[in-house]
């Protein structure tokens, strides 16, 4: 691949919310601040290889992203009286006298604004989520419907409504005054939380883990954290984020294949996130009740101070797993409890809850509960059951490392005589 070509694909995977979010300051319109960055992404696959890759590859493309907003703007304006297309005129006109481009501090409060203006309050919960994810994240529509876990097509429309409702109700583009700013919060830290989950596990594409998404996420949660030092919220999700993160470099092999938690090597995991990420658990904790990301920090915590896999407190997690259920109850806390309590107990304690989760149906799409069944059940000596959970866990897969890793669980099984 060449620099230029190479330079583009960095550029549009880790760069392109950076441009999307100057572009709708500049234009004031979601769609259109889109269309242009794509023809500016598109100029510049053809430019780039010929004339060389611009010292900012950011600040050429949103130059070029306003510049043609600029220009569709104004052919619009001739054919139309409409106010927002005269609006966006005199936007885009005022805009071009600056290059905030060049101005990374500008660039950060763009992307802020962005954020906020996605969870504004007059669009449903999921609605900002989603939006946000689409938007600020740079997330594609299947992965955002992934992420909700709902068809793509409704995902597409409920997108086109968000948009529409800022437009129509003109939701103004601008992080929020200190006396509303905490009512935006929940939203906000739902949307860092999937971006970061999303890198963390990534649903589609050849990588395991999305670098870029969770930096994003931690970075965002930073700036949170700057707005509003003292939520134990905030605190307890960029504790989390950290904490996880730490064992990224460890979670996968050369080849690309998963390594499973017990199996890493914790020499690699990073310290500085731990130790970072261990000094705000406690400050997470003293919400009452307990706030969720501070007990999933916690859980993150008893995993990240165990130097081997002995070391690591079952019982602690198992427990903490049980507060989770109480405070913030969903089918994914009661699956990841029982794996915790069939380490902490055995696993036919973990099995039996495993039963009660697949009889409510709300994980029957999702692989993880017949892969975390056919484990227990292999554990147990059930090697028929386990073979049929296992290939049921392959049936719903969506991931090819994820794949691949039941796939060798499997075959390890008839190995084994099972």
């Known amino acids: 691949m060449s620099l230029a070509a190479a330079s583009l694909e960095k550029a549009y995977r880790e760069e392109r919310p950076r441009v999307i979010a100057t572009l709708i300051r500049v234009v ?184 870029e998404l969770c930096a994003e996420a931690i970075r965002l949660a930073r700036l949170l954290l700057v707005l509003m030092p003292d939520r134990p919220d905030t605190q307890g999700l960029l504790g989390l984020m950290l904490l996880s993160d730490s064992r990224r470099r460890a979670r996968v092999d050369g080849a690309g294949d998963i390594v499973l938690l017990d199996e890493q090597d914790r020499t690699l995991w990073d310290q500085a996130q731990i130790a970072e990420g261990l000094a705000l658990v406690p400050l997470a904790l003293r919400a009452r009740p307990p706030d969720p990301y501070g007990v999933q920090a916690a859980i993150a915590a008893v995993h990240a101070r165990a130097r081997t896999k002995e070391e690591t407190d079952w019982a602690e997690v198992a427990g903490l797993y049980a507060v989770l259920a109480r405070v913030a109850p969903s089918a994914v806390v009661d699956l990841n409890r029982a794996v915790a309590v069939a380490m902490a107990e055995g696993p036919q304690p973990g099995l039996e809850l495993l039963d009660e989760v697949e009889a409510t149906g709300r994980l029957s799409e999702l692989h993880l509960l017949p892969a975390a069944r056919a484990d227990l059940l292999a554990r147990l000596g059930r090697g028929a059951e386990a073979r049929v959970a296992y290939e049921r866990a392959l049936s719903l897969v969506s991931h090819e490392a994820e794949r691949r890793l039941l796939a060798r669980k499997l075959a390890a099984l008839g190995g084994a005589g099972g």
């Open 28 to 211: 004031g319109d979601f769609d259109l601040a889109e269309e242009v960055a794509q023809d500016a992404f598109a100029d510049a696959a053809v430019q780039w290889p010929a004339e060389g890759v611009p010292d900012s590859p950011v600040a050429w493309l949103i130059r070029a992203g306003r510049n043609k907003a600029i220009d569709r703007v104004r052919r619009r304006a001739r054919f139309s009286s409409k106010e927002a297309e005269l609006t966006a005129v005199a936007r885009a006109d005022a805009e071009a006298s600056d290059d905030p481009a060049e101005e990374p501090e500008v660039l950060e409060d763009d992307r802020l604004r962005l954020f906020f203006t996605c969870c504004h309050p007059a669009l449903p919960l999921d609605a900002q989520v989603a939006l946000t994810l689409r938007t600020v994240a740079g997330l594609t529509t299947e992965e955002v419907a992934a992420a909700f876990l709902v068809p793509v097509p409704t995902m597409a429309q409920r997108l086109v409504r968000a948009r529409a409702k800022i437009r129509d109700a003109r939701i103004p583009y601008r992080i929020p005054p200190e006396e509303v700013l905490a009512d935006r919060v929940e939203a906000v830290l739902a949307v860092i939380y999937l971006t970061f989950t999303e890198g963390y596990a990534a649903t589609s594409g050849d990588e395991v883990i999305r670098r």
